[in-house]
């Protein structure tokens, strides 16, 4: 319910409405403003915060897209009125908005359903939010340029697929993953980035500005193959191209769990731990896991549907396999990682 506007209240006034009623309306009237992911990917967001104002009159969810710089930088100035509440957030940015000062923890004990979380998503939220959906990073390949797709990580560098692969600048999540599976993937820790870029540029890859354009670039046949979100490929081959996904191991099936985090001084934290327990529903994460969404699901005893079970780790070793990057050891240095790739492979 939208709050009533001055021109609304004078009219109420002038008939025989009790002049109370509108500041009662206006009481009861609660607007969440939340950073979501900016596409219909918000539709399981949005379907919990309808759950959530039919439980409570008057309060509705609104769900803006995309965290930001910007949004960041706006939460700092708000001194006490941000005008963001909660947000969807990866590891790497809920490390970075920590170090910024503009989260405060979630209170657990008001989420009982995180009880049903299996148990390696948790530590994903550095002790900020709670694990709501993970995201997959895998091989896309072009079933027409690619007939044998690889199996690991460290198959990429095969002499077969010279020439053939893309890859995202690391100012993306996706990107800077690569930069520290490239050193995982033979024997060198998460951090070894110098490694890991080294690594990369052995292989001359076409370089995407974002996971969007290296996407276009697939499509169009520019490449072969290339790390991408299993979601993004998914959607890519439901509307009829000829691509194919490779759950890719060592290390892996890697994720990218997100995360409902909430930022300091929001005036709703009460309805913010609920929206998030209704989230980790078994009824929400069904929804979240269905195409066209593909979310990962992270509650246990849930598994992928049908049409996401080819991108999403299904079998029992392949989720006791899951694992993710040491964020906290890559992260931090994403500045300085972008400018070495940029130099290396500028041009």
Not at 71 to 86: E, H, L, M, N, V
Not at 171 to 189: D, V, Y
Not at 222 to 242: M, Q, R, Y
Not at 306 to 321: N, R, V
């Amino acid at each position: 319910m939208k709050p009533l506007s001055r021109r609304t209240f004078l009219g109420a006034a002038a008939g025989s409405v009790a002049l109370a009623a509108p500041n009662v309306l206006r009481a009861q009237a609660r607007e969440l403003v939340m950073i979501g992911y900016g596409s219909a990917q918000d539709d399981p967001l949005k379907r919990a915060g309808e759950i959530l104002g039919k439980r409570h009159a008057g309060v509705s969810l609104r769900v803006i897209g995309g965290l930001s710089a910007e949004a960041i930088a706006q939460i700092k100035a708000s001194r006490g009125a941000s005008p963001y509440d909660f947000a969807v957030m990866g590891s790497p940015a809920i490390i970075n908005a920590t170090d910024e000062g503009v989260l405060e923890p979630l209170d657990l004990s008001k989420v009982p359903n995180v009880a049903n979380l299996d148990p390696k998503f948790p530590p994903y939220a550095y002790g900020m939010g709670a694990p709501i959906s993970y995201a997959g990073i895998g091989i896309a390949y072009n079933k027409q340029m690619v007939p044998n797709p690889p199996k690991t990580w460290a198959d990429l560098w095969k002499p077969e697929y010279a020439g053939k692969i893309g890859l995202s600048r690391p100012q993306s999540n996706l990107g800077l993953a690569c930069i520290s599976i490239a050193a995982t993937a033979f024997g060198k820790t998460d951090a070894d980035t110098d490694f890991g870029l080294a690594k990369w540029k052995e292989l001359k890859p076409l370089v995407g500005r974002s996971p969007g354009l290296l996407q276009q670039m697939l499509e169009r046949g520019e490449i072969g193959l290339c790390p991408l979100w299993h979601d993004n490929t998914g959607l890519a081959v439901a509307s009829g191209l000829p691509l194919g996904y490779a759950k890719v191991t060592g290390p892996g099936p890697l994720i990218l769990p997100t995360c409902i985090v909430k930022f300091t001084r929001t005036a709703h934290s009460d309805l913010i731990h609920e929206f998030t327990n209704i989230l980790l529903e078994t009824e929400s994460q069904n929804f979240a896991a269905q195409p066209p969404y593909y979310f990962g699901t992270v509650v246990k005893g849930i598994v992928p549907p049908a049409g996401a079970a080819a991108y999403l780790p299904s079998t029992p070793e392949e989720i006791a396999s899951m694992t993710s990057v040491d964020w906290p050891k890559v992260a931090p240095n994403r500045g300085k990682i972008v400018e070495a790739f940029d130099r290396m492979f500028a041009g």
